[in-house]
């Protein structure tokens, strides 16, 4: 198969997950197996299915992205999500749908806000909060994007990782359905030079296929990829050399702040960094930027960093 044919298959089956993943089945409310420990009243009922990659722990942006998904087919066409705020609560299984729940806590004149519990044989795993804006005037300034080689120029994961052929596997299942350009070393090692506790990551990152024209699709793929690198930043900086196989970044919260729509599916420059690590917690922030030097979305996320000592 030539490397074209190649590409071009993968692109396929990338769009094909994406789109899978986002899209949600509709339950009815008497068919949702619930236990709150009260009554909720809910605007919409949501299943979303698994995948099979990976660990049988359920990847985190996977279950966002879903959830607001959810709480955006609820919410009235034409006003876009301009936050999310989540709280893993507890681990999911992959292998296992997820039932929505999503609960309308406002609808005014120029804003929403919908609360989504994520269910699991029959348990609260997460839960989110989103808030949805009808875009207006007012002031405007962002910070300038950093000055980065185009990712045409920057090495592919498979020649970035051409000596360890485990790790690269390991990324690439990591990534799964997205194309990742990482700019300076590969995930999880720190630059020549770089001091503990001065990390950061910049990585070009899209879905690797084209994407239905469909802005609540990009905005929940654009929650997939927030996730992908992000506590690289934090577990990098406080080793202070490459992150070890043994060691694991848990994400606690997710909060991301979508500035303007954007399209996945084009190269987006993610610029992420961890200011502070500590107590066997760490933060990260990051910035995703188009290509043309928009900021589309601001990200920031806490974890536990579980490490090994060194022997």
């Known amino acids: 198969m030539s490397g074209?044919?190649?590409?071009?298959?993968?692109?396929r089956a990338a769009v094909e997950e994406v789109v899978g993943l986002l899209d949600l089945a509709t339950v009815e409310p008497a068919d949702a197996t619930v236990t709150t420990g009260r009554l909720v009243p809910v605007a919409g009922v949501f299943?979303?299915?698994?995948?099979?990659?990976?660990?049988t722990r359920r990847y985190g942006g996977l279950i966002a992205a879903q959830a607001l998904t959810a709480a955006a087919h609820t919410v009235r066409p034409g006003r876009p999500v301009h936050s999310l705020h989540a709280y893993f609560t507890r681990p999911g299984d992959s292998r296992r749908p997820v039932t929505y729940l999503v609960e309308t806590l406002r609808d005014g004149p120029s804003?929403?806000?919908r609360r989504v519990v994520a269910i699991q044989r029959d348990t609260p795993i997460f839960f989110l909060t989103a808030s949805f804006h009808d875009p207006g005037t007012g002031l405007a300034h962002e910070r300038p994007a950093p000055k980065v080689p185009p990712p045409e120029e920057v090495p592919t994961l498979a020649r970035l990782l051409a000596d360890a052929p485990d790790r690269l596997a390991a990324v690439e299942q990591m990534l799964f359905a997205f194309d990742a350009r990482y700019i300076g070393p590969p995930p999880g090692e720190?630059?020549?030079?770089e001091r503990a506790g001065e990390a950061y990551r910049r990585a070009w990152v899209r879905v690797a296929g084209k994407l239905p024209d469909d802005v609540s699709l990009h905005a929940g793929a654009l929650v997939l990829i927030s996730d992908l690198p992000l506590l690289l930043s934090a577990m990098v900086a406080g080793h202070g050399t490459a992150w070890g196989p043994g060691d694991l970044g848990v994400s606690i919260d997710h909060t991301v702040w979508f500035h303007r729509p954007c399209r996945a599916?084009?190269?987006?420059?993610?610029?992420?960094?961890?200011?502070w690590a500590a107590t066997g917690r760490g933060l990260a922030t990051g910035r995703l930027y188009a290509r043309n030097g928009d900021l589309v979305a601001t990200v920031a996320q806490?974890?536990?960093l579980l490490t090994r000592p060194a022997r």
């Not at 074209?4 to 692109?11: E, K, M, Q, S, Y």
């Not at 084009?266 to 200011?275: A, F, G, V």
Request: with cysteine; aromatic share 6%.
């Open 111 to 113: 804003m929403s806000t």
């Open 4 to 11: 074209g044919a190649t590409a071009l298959d993968r692109g």
């Open 302 to 304: 806490e974890g536990l």
């Open 265 to 275: 599916d084009e190269w987006l420059l993610y610029d992420c960094d961890s200011p």
């Open 47 to 55: 299943s979303g299915r698994g995948t099979a990659r990976g660990t």
């Open 190 to 193: 720190q630059a020549d030079g």
